[in-house]
């Protein structure tokens, strides 16, 4: 029989797959906040999320990101990121300095 712990730690990864499957543009723009609100920015997720999703895919979680923050996505990566990562990011999310 499982633990508890482990039968946690798979409801947790179930519920997570479920919703990136049901919304992904919810899930990633959840992802894109936390790690723009965490202390330090989490630049993994971040990195993750911005690198690994399509052109297309982008836009839609953009469009998201804007509904529920009020604050355009390129706008809070420009304001947490410096340098040539942030000049990386934004490129990638369509927008250049």
Do not use: M, P
């Not at 906040?33 to 993750?48: P, Y």
Request: charged share 35%; net charge negative; hydrophobic share 35%.
């Amino acid at each position: 029989k499982l633990s508890n712990e482990a039968s946690d730690d798979f409801d947790k990864a179930v519920h997570l797959a479920i919703s990136c499957i049901n919304d992904y543009k919810k899930y990633y723009e959840k992802v894109l906040r936390n790690a723009i609100e965490s202390v330090g920015t989490n630049e993994d997720a971040l990195t993750r999320v911005i690198v690994s999703r399509a052109e297309k895919d982008l836009k839609d979680i953009k469009e998201v990101y804007y509904k529920r923050n009020s604050v355009h996505l390129e706008h809070a990566v420009a304001k947490e990121t410096s340098g040539d990562y942030k000049k990386f990011l934004l490129a990638l999310l369509g927008k250049e300095d």
